[in-house]
């Protein structure tokens, strides 16, 4: 069988490889070795913190209607609790939004969470 180059395929490959690496800092974004794992390092972070981003917005949420219901009487658990009684369908990014905007909504949501509980 006879010897077969790489030649254009080698070529595209790196090519590929080093346009996403474009921005980077010294060989990382020149050097093929480094630009590979340092690519492979940039999909392994970028995949974990897509899912990272969810937990941490869903902490945030949290923590702006537990601050907001906490300065009304409540803690966030009781909120949620009397939420779900009053069939109020909010969910926690309009609830965290309605704590930090809009305050006279809020209130207006946990007064008509309380009178319903």
Not at 35 to 50: F, I, N, P
Not at 78 to 103: F, Q, S, T, W, Y
């Amino acid at each position: 069988m006879p010897r077969v180059k790489t030649g254009i395929v080698r070529r595209r490959r790196h090519k590929k490889i080093l346009k996403a690496t474009q921005g980077y800092w010294g060989g990382r974004h020149r050097l093929i070795r480094t630009a590979k794992t340092a690519v492979m390092r940039a999909g392994m972070s970028a995949w974990r913190d897509r899912r990272r981003k969810k937990r941490d917005f869903r902490r945030l949420w949290i923590a702006r209607i537990n601050a907001a219901a906490r300065l009304r009487g409540l803690t966030y658990s009781r909120l949620a609790g009397l939420l779900r009684k009053a069939g109020i369908g909010l969910n926690r990014p309009m609830l965290a939004h309605l704590a930090v905007e809009d305050p006279e909504a809020f209130d207006a949501v946990v007064a008509q969470a309380k009178a319903a509980g």
